[in-house]
């Protein structure tokens, strides 16, 4: 009982969540500011044009997209180091195949988002990759998690880019109430992977075989296909 009046005095609140300071600052620019490596194929580079391409520069964008409702919402600069990050306040997160680790995030300034891929080092071990962004607003690092977690669960689901907004496709995911809970539209799974595709998609266009790489998906791959990507229900 106690526990059920927890959750109902939490869903009387829900109308009165608002957005946080840096997400707040997010939509007054209008375009997310994401710190990416300027040449790692793959994962995030710089081509002649400006544009940056790769499994983390679509990451970005699919994070803009649930916060701001479309993937050219995003603003990319290039970093060499985390204290580039940490030097410049307008900078709201980092997809730079950073592992996670305690000694990066313990001081408390800065904090992990959720793993987007295991990569496998010499010796066996794998390295858990996860955005970094600053520990100021808790709202910001919400958005962001499930974002990440909406990705995985679209692909457990069958949702993809091509079908997320079709007429029937899963109705009711993810419930309306999500959205508003995070600050955020009741679209924002949806359009987050209309824009740039779910958490398999992404991997094999820019690190799979649909990419330079040929890279097998390995720990990758979904639970129920034996690898370790799993999200939390988006509900």
């Not at 701001?68 to 060499?80: H, K, M, Y």
Request: net charge negative.
């Amino acid at each position: 009982m106690r526990h059920f009046i927890l959750l109902a005095a939490l869903g009387l609140t829900l109308t009165g969540l608002h957005a946080g300071p840096r997400l707040d600052a997010i939509r007054a620019r209008g375009h997310l500011v994401c710190g990416v490596a300027p040449d790692d194929p793959g994962f995030s580079k710089q081509g002649a044009d400006g544009r940056f391409e790769g499994f983390e520069p679509d990451l970005c964008r699919a994070v803009a997209a649930a916060m701001l409702g479309s993937a050219r919402q995003t603003q990319f600069w290039p970093l060499d180091t985390v204290h580039q990050f940490l030097a410049d306040p307008r900078i709201d997160i980092v997809f730079h195949r950073l592992s996670w680790t305690l000694t990066r995030e313990a001081p408390g300034q800065l904090e992990f988002g959720p793993v987007v891929l295991y990569e496998a080092v010499a010796g066996g071990a794998l390295e858990p990759l996860a955005p970094l962004l600053r520990s100021d607003d808790a709202d910001f690092t919400r958005a962001v998690r499930w974002t990440v977690f909406a990705l995985i669960e679209a692909e457990q689901l069958g949702l993809n880019a091509s079908n997320v907004l079709a007429v029937g496709a899963q109705t009711g995911w993810p419930p309306a109430d999500t959205g508003p809970a995070l600050g955020l539209s009741e679209d924002w799974a949806r359009r987050a992977v209309a824009e740039v595709g779910n958490h398999g998609e992404l991997f094999e266009r820019h690190l799979g075989q649909g990419s330079a790489r040929k890279q097998g998906r390995g720990p990758n791959r979904l639970w129920r296909d034996g690898g370790l990507m799993l999200a939390p229900p988006v509900r």
